[in-house]
């Protein structure tokens, strides 16, 4: 042999290979589908940058290495709308738009709520008799005034009429508990609360003016405007739950509202559209939905309760209505049939989408998705319009938006890289009233805005894509990770929602029993009786790897949601890890004490010897648990291997004591004189003889040694 030449093929997507010599060389090899010979490039440039400055440098951190070049720093302020935060602030206020509006259009409609029809001057009118009774109350800048009030015309009104008083709206949802109402009345304190008489008692226990917006003496106050708030006064508060548990109060200014509504005239162009209220006005996506039509000349339809708990119900009232800008989450949208909405405009916001959504609704019509906390004024990214087959982002920056994708020591990732996302500009609210702790770590120091101005950090795990918008990946503070693996549940969920005979499909971690986390899948149907669950299971292992391969699937009429069309997580029920009503019992001895050890490592009250080992909720970790157990219950080897040939009680029984389970034992036997080499050892040798000594698989090491040290001993060691 004088000479050879090789090529090394793995199933890895990038490898980067160190080869020593008189210079370090590196090789990397990658795969194609996924990344492009600039995007190689680029990262061989910054691996070259970091090695420089280590070499020239070699005490400097690691953590203080920035390995991004002007032009790449540029680029991130390009995308991410740095330029925002040099902009001035237009100072205009909601009832200036409003205003406006009334002024050009004040026959046009602006709101029907069932076969009730106001025009925008009988809107404004309304709102500004009640301004003035909340007026003579002592209410302005600088106050609250609590809203109980169902989804309504009346609630539009008193919404527009406590912000022409200057004071900040608080808006109650009446389905909620009596404790999550009194909490944000003590909380907030408003002076005031606007409601109806069938909720008037809910204020009884405390001391504030209650005024019934059907109250007979309102029409007899003054029609006229009452001087404007400040464009720096508070809008509304609205309480979300967050991760803490507590609800907090995020303060909402006018500046913060009307550049959602320059948003909208400036990249969404669904002015005088027709849009539905859908949402509680506890939620923000009601002030999506009601400035964007009002404050845009467009009509807003009320939509009632009965209709957003039928889905056959709403899609009726959105025909009839002829809605053309629809606004849900993913959860709510995917119970709803596209047939008959073509001329619809749909946005998605609230949580993550999965592509099945896409799949349904985006053919025949413009479907876009929107990304915001309440923090940031509902919505900051807006997508280009999505298709089928592709994947979903959460968009561009929204005008006077500016985002920032940062790692742990808040600089900027490139794109591509996963990252925090923080958020400036306009947008970004007043903090958590009442709770200056909470408010100060969310809202930080913007270092790349002017002295003072600040950021919201989201929590939020997103990375630029190669066109500009953002890809969401998760929670920064709720990685899902089971048995070591890492895992995205969308990738699970997506592949749920995509097998026959499924509607809907959601995926969760469970933990109902400490330390012992279960990935669940809850499903509807196409048609009753589409699906089994060990079916679907069956169907997902052709897929995926087995640790993503739910532990159950349950069928559901329904995926649970909550008052604000998210998934409710927590109304999703325990799975029993049994199938129908197939039980049998045992029958022999063995098949008794299996059962029972069965039941005990999995956690369950009784368990058929028909069930399979891994159909009730085991995998390859309880596995090993379940075969110690064997083992020691009946004396016997049975391996792991044969649990997985024999998942069930009846195919396993007569498997135990068989000898082909049984290891051999470990006995002593005679050193030869020459050990045989491992298959490895051979091939090290064998590569030494063709390319001669290299230290390409020594592993270096260093050792002090303390006391006299024996070098014949050593040497005889090592050479051993």
């Known amino acids: 042999i004088t000479g050879f030449s090789g090529r090394e093929y793995n199933h890895y997507p990038l490898t980067v290979q160190a080869q020593p010599g008189q210079e370090l060389r590196l090789r990397v090899e990658y795969d194609t589908d996924l990344f492009t010979a600039a995007e190689i490039t680029t990262l061989i440039d910054r691996m070259i940058r970091g090695l420089g400055v280590m070499a020239t440098d070699p005490a400097r951190r690691l953590s203080t290495l920035n390995l991004l070049d002007d032009a790449e720093h540029a680029r991130l302020h390009t995308i991410g709308n740095r330029e925002v935060l040099d902009r001035p602030t237009e100072r205009v206020t909601v009832p200036d738009l409003f205003g406006a509006l009334v002024a050009q259009t004040p026959d046009a409609v602006a709101v029907v709520c069932g076969n009730e029809t106001w025009t925008f001057r009988q809107l404004d009118d309304a709102a500004n008799r009640l301004a003035h009774a909340l007026s003579e109350l002592g209410i302005g800048s600088g106050q609250c005034v609590a809203l109980l009030l169902e989804r309504s015309a009346r609630a539009v009104v008193a919404m527009l009429a406590t912000l022409k008083t200057g004071a900040a709206y608080v808006p109650l949802d009446p389905a909620h508990p009596d404790s999550r109402v009194r909490f944000v009345l003590d909380d907030a304190a408003p002076i005031a609360a606007v409601t109806t008489a069938e909720f008037t008692q809910r204020f009884a226990a405390f001391d504030m003016a209650v005024v019934d917006i059907d109250d007979p003496r309102l029409p007899a106050q003054p029609s006229d405007p009452l001087p404007p708030p400040a464009a720096g006064d508070l809008a509304y508060i609205i309480y979300t739950s967050g991760t803490t548990g507590r609800p907090k109060g995020v303060a909402v200014a006018h500046a913060n509202v009307t550049r959602l509504m320059e948003t909208l005239a400036a990249e969404i162009e669904f002015a005088e559209q027709v849009w539905s209220l859908t949402h509680s006005l506890a939620f923000d996506f009601s002030v999506w939905e009601i400035f964007g039509a009002l404050l ?203 097998l026959d005979g499924v509607r809907q499909a959601a995926v969760i971690v469970r933990e109902d029993r400490p330390g012992d986390k279960r990935l669940v899948g809850y499903v509807t149907e196409t048609a009753p009786g589409a699906v089994r669950p060990s079916e679907l299971r069956a169907a997902l292992a052709e897929q995926l790897p087995p640790y993503m391969v739910p532990a159950a699937v349950v069928v559901l009429d329904a995926l649970p949601l909550t008052g604000n069309g998210k998934l409710d997580r927590r109304a999703l029920p325990a799975p029993d890890y049994r199938e129908g009503d197939n039980y049998r019992a045992p029958s022999t001895p063995a098949e008794e004490i299996l059962a029972g050890v069965y039941a005990q490592v999995l956690g369950l009250e009784r368990v058929g010897v028909d069930d399979s080992f891994f159909d009730l909720g085991g995998d390859s970790i309880s596995a090993m648990r379940l075969v110690a157990a064997i083992n020691d219950a009946f004396g016997t080897q049975v391996s792991v291997r044969t649990v997985f040939e024999a998942p069930t009680v009846a195919q396993l029984a007569p498997r135990i004591g068989d000898d082909t389970d049984v290891l051999e034992p470990l006995v002593p036997v005679e050193r030869p004189d020459v050990v045989p080499l491992s298959f490895a050892q051979q091939r090290l040798w064998f590569v030494d003889q063709l390319q001669g000594p290299s230290p390409v698989y020594n592993m270096p090491v260093a050792l002090r040694l303390r006391g006299t040290l024996d070098v014949e001993a050593l040497r005889a060691a090592l050479g051993d």
Not at 339 to 366: M, T, Y
Not at 446 to 467: I, K, N
Request: contains cysteine; glycine residues 14%.
């Open 296 to 498: 845009s000349g467009g009509r807003l339809v009320v939509v009632p309760e009965s209709a957003t708990r039928s889905p056959a119900e709403f899609h009726d009232l959105l025909v009839h209505e002829q809605v053309t800008v629809l606004t849900q989450t993913p959860s709510a949208v995917g119970a709803l049939s596209p047939e008959g909405l073509e001329s619809v405009a749909l946005v998605v916001a609230g949580e993550a989408c999965p592509p099945d959504v896409v799949d349904k609704w985006s053919p025949g019509r413009r479907m876009i998705n929107g990304y915001g906390p309440t923090e940031t004024t509902v919505c900051i990214t807006i997508s280009g319009p999505l298709r089928s087959g592709e994947s979903v982002p959460i968009g561009y920056p929204v005008t006077g938006a500016a985002l920032f994708v940062l790692d742990e020591w808040l600089r900027l990732v490139p794109p591509g890289v996963v990252g925090e996302l923080y958020a400036a500009g306009r947008g970004v609210t007043c903090g958590y009233i009442r709770r200056p702790g909470l408010t100060a770590s969310r809202f930080v120091a913007c270092p790349f805005g002017e002295p003072g101005s600040r950021m919201y950090r989201t929590g939020d795990l997103v990375r630029w894509g190669a066109d500009g918008q953002l890809r969401y990946l998760g929670r920064a503070d709720e990685q899902v990770k089971i048995r070591g693996y890492r895992i995205e549940l969308g990738d699970i969920q997506s592949a749920l929602a995509g």
